[in-house]
């Protein structure tokens, strides 16, 4: 179908000036800002109680960053629905919705700056790798919507979801999940209330947003609970002032020093920042194919090269999370959502950002009442992977999301021996094999785990669909990928890994001779075909 087709013109109506509010928007406001604030929440806990960062870095100079980025982008696509309907002459375009990318907030987080900031004992050297980690997504962004179809087209879905599901299921859920359970009073109530309505298609008074529900509830439970002097939560009117006192006005400042101090981390962002570009790029075309969809169509190479700009101007005022146009657009388009909505939503954020709102929010919420909405956007990211992929390619999956447990196992490792005041190689190897932990083995297989599940899954997939030469194309690809430290490395170097590096050649030697002489089995017929039909489900943004 045409563009012309999706996006109908109404000739009388064209170069007239398009309604800039209507009583849709307030729905669509109220939905979307909702959803907004909820992560801005999440965001905001990440900063302070994952990665410990300062109160003046995370209130003075990354949530102020934060909040301009979000207003640039939600601006900028009103602007581009304004557009859209002054073209066409139609009154019911919808603008695109935008924010903080979700998966990409829990990955630059857990993978990038929480590694980097343990291992350095600063959390400040974490956000300076975050920035740089932006840094490079913006101009794959900015640069990659001539390549992204072509990356998209000879890598199978299952291998770029596989590797996408270690991360939720690893780096997302894990952590969250813990915290649910070490207060199961709030926690469990809390993810009850979210599953009921996410999964089970519950629906609130008033239409009121689980996740808002949820919140709410945590709130009650653990401000009840101080009543009786049990204290679940740890919520204290102290904190209450502490935040109010620290009302105040804080506008961006250019963060240009702090980005260049993290380009010494480069090789270990470099690992990770290529393939969730890659993502990045296809989330973009496929939000902005379900908008087409619903009937409005907009530009691919604009909406990527302003999701790059921002994202860019972002980073330099201090901001390591990058934009991306959310999915969702049909939905606030059949609420009424036109155009207003989505430059009111950038003003909200603007306010909560930069005049200390978010800082009093956290102090009235318990952090583990946010907690399931975080173990719930992990367990949706990692059943997209099977949902969404034919079922004989499930063990391809599972192989592409191993590597992702290696990297956790090691982290955790890590962490525990460091607190210690030691270390695995302090230790040794062969004692930690004694009681079945196999640390090398965890280094390899976790080092630059993002494309070690990508190659392992596309190899697995091709081979499952008897395309040798293709497989033996990946192995070939692990080889050079590793051999300079992309993949089972550390860091980006020359021969870092020679002996995986020559493992991949032999693999990729016997996948081509398997090519030419083999005679495989044919695929039984239920396993030919297309892949699964039908909306394909997304990470909750």
Not at 140 to 166: D, E, K, N, Q, S
Not at 236 to 264: K, M, Q, T, Y
Not at 365 to 393: D, E
Request: charge should be neutral; glycine fraction near 12%; proline fraction near 6%.
């Amino acid at each position: 179908m045409s563009a012309n087709e999706m996006t109908p013109i109404s000739p009388a109506r064209i170069g007239m000036r398009p309604t800039l509010w209507t009583r849709g928007d307030w729905n669509a406001l109220f939905g979307f800002g909702t959803n907004i604030l909820v992560n801005m929440l999440v965001l905001t806990g990440l900063l302070q109680f994952v990665l410990k960062m300062p109160p003046e870095i995370v209130f003075g100079r990354i949530l102020p960053a934060v909040g301009l980025m979000m207003f640039l982008s939600t601006a900028y696509y009103a602007f581009l629905g304004y557009q859209l309907a002054r073209k066409t002459g139609r009154d019911d375009v919808c603008a695109l919705p935008s924010g903080i990318s979700v998966p990409h907030m829990f990955v630059v987080t857990f993978v990038i700056m929480l590694p980097i900031g343990a291992s350095t004992g600063d959390p400040i050297q974490g956000w300076e790798a975050g920035l740089v980690w932006v840094f490079f997504q913006s101009f794959i962004l900015m640069i990659g919507g001539f390549v992204a179809p072509y990356i998209r087209r000879i890598t199978p879905r299952a291998a770029l979801l596989g590797t996408l599901a270690g991360v939720s299921i690893a780096f997302i859920s894990m952590r969250p999940a813990f915290e649910i359970f070490a207060t199961p009073v709030i926690g469990l109530t809390c993810f009850a209330v979210i599953m009921v309505s996410w999964f089970g298609g519950v629906k609130y008074p008033k239409g009121i947003p689980a996740g808002l529900v949820a919140i709410a509830v945590g709130m009650v439970i653990a401000w009840g609970s101080n009543i009786f002097g049990l204290g679940y939560g740890g919520m204290s009117l102290a904190n209450v002032g502490d935040a109010v006192a620290n009302f105040g006005f804080e506008i961006p400042l250019p963060a240009l020093d702090h980005v260049f101090h993290g380009f010494r981390y480069l090789g270990v962002i470099l690992v990770t920042a290529i393939p969730f570009g890659i993502y990045d790029l296809v989330e973009a075309m496929d939000n902005v194919e379900s908008a087409e969809a619903a009937g409005d169509h907009y530009p691919t190479t604009r909406v990527l090269t302003a999701d790059g700009v921002v994202s860019l101007i972002g980073c330099l005022m201090g901001n390591p999370f990058i934009n991306a146009v959310y999915i969702g657009h049909p939905g606030w388009k059949s609420m009424g959502g036109r155009i207003g909505y989505s430059a009111a939503t950038g003003l909200m954020v603007i306010v909560l950002a930069w005049f200390g709102v978010i800082a009093l929010l956290l102090a009235l919420i318990p952090v583990v009442a946010i907690s399931p909405i975080l173990l719930y956007i992990g367990m949706l990211i990692g059943a997209q992977a099977f949902q969404t992929t034919p079922s004989r390619h499930a063990p391809a999956v599972v192989l592409a999301l191993s590597p992702h447990l290696a990297a956790w196992a090691k982290l955790l490792i890590d962490n525990s021996l460091g607190l210690a005041g030691t270390s695995a190689a302090a230790i040794g190897f062969d004692k930690l094999g004694s009681v079945g932990v196999l640390y090398h083995g965890l280094e390899v297989m976790g080092g630059g785990a993002i494309l070690v599940g990508l190659v392992l899954g596309a190899i697995a997939v091709f081979v499952i669909e008897r395309k040798f030469v293709h497989a033996s194309a990946f192995a070939l690809a692990g080889a050079v990928l590793t051999f300079f430290g992309f993949m089972h490395g550390e860091m980006v170097g020359i021969a870092v890994t020679p002996g995986v590096s020559l493992a991949y050649v032999m693999v990729a030697g016997l996948l081509f001779a398997c090519s030419r002489y083999a005679v495989p089995e044919s695929l039984p017929a239920e396993a030919r075909g297309a892949e699964p039909e039908g909306a394909q489900p997304a990470p909750a943004e």
